[in-house]
């Protein structure tokens, strides 16, 4: 079977995809990254070629998330775009018509707006961890609560309390308060969701003009509070699609597959799972820039360079971009 295979590589989470050529979803990995975006790529590589080596063969890769540079070099991607772009060419694909997708993920939150299938408008917060699945990790373990669980407690609540929202620390300290005055979890949990959507539509959608269908994605669309707090403050029924938590990935697939039509493709392999990649990176002193130069090593061998403004060191060898 003929098939794609997008890999989207974040702070929190590594999302691998395989689609066959018909836009089907064969298999799908959410690997959690802990700080080691190679080791994390490598071992989804080696559970999708175990899984799969025999009976797909690839025909093209795409790369996106913070560290997509990295990841196109780890897999040979033959597409490497930005998560906005991802992210639309996947809605687009499986939800027609949409016009605004919200995504949350571990550390960012976005939003992006859609008229006719093309992106028109997008916002994207990463400065404050308060509106982000990190931050409701934190909470959940910190009340010792399954995050599995967090929504279901928030949907129980009778009288969800005002949480103030707007920085990490702030709300922090205002749960606490709460539940020193005697609140329930559920409705301290409850508000939190609120507070956490009025955050983002504070913040990521202010000035945007959020027009149903509504998709919502990323890892935090599994919470069924923040979906609901959502829909009561839109006055919207959401949407969250089949694959929400690897959409990025999906959307790379269908690029890898738009890249290369009638042309070979550069994916390494699910061998490249046993390579030997070595990041480092050097600081060059040749002009006031002062330009962090990452450099990728596979197996020994320098295969890619770039940071660099000015293209003196990215084009000696491999440029991704």
């Keep these: 079977m003929k098939a794609y295979l997008g ?6 989470s590594t999302n691998l995809v395989v689609m066959a050529e018909s836009g089907e979803v064969i298999e799908s990995l959410y690997i959690r990254t802990n700080g080691q975006p190679v080791k994390a790529v490598q071992n989804g590589l080696r559970m999708l070629g175990e899984k799969l080596g025999k009976d797909v063969t690839i025909m093209g890769a795409g790369a996106t998330g913070s560290a997509r540079n990295l990841t196109a070099v780890l897999v040979g991607a033959d597409a490497v775009k930005n998560e906005i772009t991802a992210h639309a060419v996947a809605v687009s694909k499986m939800v027609p018509g949409a016009q605004t997708i919200i995504e949350i993920g571990g550390q960012d939150s976005k939003i992006i707006i859609m008229r006719d299938g093309v992106v028109t408008d997008f916002a994207m917060n990463t400065v404050c961890a308060a509106g982000t699945g990190s931050f409701l990790d934190q909470q959940a373990s910190r009340l010792n609560i399954p995050i599995e669980k967090f929504g279901e407690m928030a949907l129980q609540a009778k009288t ?18 709460k539940q020193q005055l005697g609140h329930s979890l559920e409705d301290i949990i409850a508000g939190l969701c609120e507070a956490l959507v009025r955050n983002y539509l504070n913040n990521v959608g202010k000035g945007k003009e959020i027009l149903a269908p509504i998709v919502f994605q990323g890892g935090v669309a599994a919470n069924v509070g923040i979906k609901a707090a959502f829909e009561k403050h839109l006055k919207q029924e959401l949407i969250i699609p089949k694959y929400f ?18 042309k070979p493709t550069n994916f390494k392999g699910w061998e490249a799972a046993d390579y030997a990649f070595r990041p480092t990176s050097f600081e060059c ?3 006031p820039n002062n330009c962090e130069v990452i450099q990728i090593f596979e197996n020994e061998k320098l295969v890619a360079r770039w940071g660099d403004r000015c293209g003196k060191w990215s084009n000696v060898n491999v440029k991704v971009s």
Excluded: Q
């Design 7 to 12: 890999v989207d590589v974040g702070s929190v």
């Design 160 to 177: 969800p309390v005002r949480i103030a929202g707007r920085c990490a620390v702030f709300a922090e300290s205002d749960m606490i308060h």
């Design 245 to 262: 938590n690897v959409m990025g990935a999906v959307g790379c697939a269908y690029l890898a597959k738009e890249a290369t039509r009638n």
């Design 285 to 287: 002193k040749a002009c």
